[in-house]
């Protein structure tokens, strides 16, 4: 069982476009995370939802809106795309609370033409 | 707030060699974790060690080490019998659990040469 599913794993879209981005980990963590890697493999944190509550907004576009329907999903709706949005962003989960390690999904790498 | 340095982005090592990545961060917390991951071409983050910043003793990870020292704030990681598979990116990241946030350095692409 994969512990920390992200889809899709390749997205490709135009400029101007909507695209989501869904995430699911069955750890039983209280928190989730969103991240961008960019072509320079920077990781910067975008959001981090703890039990559904929104904890970490970083300076991201506002075309950029995360969901946490419940603690086990974060999903990232990508409004209006750009090109400079492509980058791969990663979903993530830790236990909260303690020192638990950060768990990734695979990525879903996205590119914008 | 929190920085993470990783001052060499790239590294080479000979097969069966030791090599030494450099991390340094700033905080004016004391209590803290650090953290190396690995990401592969394949992309995925592994975890490759982690120390807690309470705790005295370098940790270990079979061939994987690390040299922390708290007071230079720095937390360098050995790698020991360089294999090909160690071929990859290596980030080293911290948190504390006042932030919920893990910060990542820039990383270091180490080669592992045949």
């Known amino acids: 069982d994969t512990a920390v599913s992200q889809t899709p794993k390749y997205l490709v879209t135009q400029m101007g476009n909507d695209k989501s981005i869904k995430c699911e980990q069955n750890?039983?963590?209280?928190?989730m995370y969103w991240y961008k890697q960019d072509s320079k493999k920077f990781l910067k944190i975008m959001f981090s939802y703890n039990n559904k509550e929104l904890i970490i907004n970083e300076t991201v576009p506002n075309r950029f809106s995360p969901k946490s329907p419940d603690k086990a999903h974060l999903n990232l709706h990508i409004n209006s795309l750009e090109l400079g949005d492509s980058a791969v962003y990663f979903c993530a989960s830790s236990p909260g609370t303690g020192i638990g390690k950060l768990f990734f999904g695979s990525g879903t790498q996205l590119s914008v033409l | 707030a929190q920085t993470v340095t990783q001052s060499q982005p790239e590294m080479s090592v000979q097969e069966a060699e030791t090599v030494t990545l450099s991390c340094t961060y700033d905080t004016s917390e004391s209590d803290y974790y650090l953290f190396w991951y690995k990401q592969p071409p394949s992309r995925q983050m592994i975890l490759v060690i982690r120390?807690?910043?309470?705790?005295?003793q370098n940790a270990t990870e079979n061939r994987f080490s690390v040299n922390f020292q708290k007071a230079a704030k720095s937390f360098s990681l050995k790698i020991s019998d360089s294999q090909l598979g160690d071929a990859a990116m290596y980030f080293c990241?911290?948190?504390?659990?006042?932030?919920?946030?893990?910060?990542f350095g820039t990383g270091t692409r180490l080669k592992v040469l045949a």
């Open positions: 750890l039983g963590h209280d928190t």
């Open positions: 120390q807690e910043a309470y705790k005295q």
């Open positions: 990241a911290f948190y504390t659990s006042g932030t919920y946030k893990y910060i």
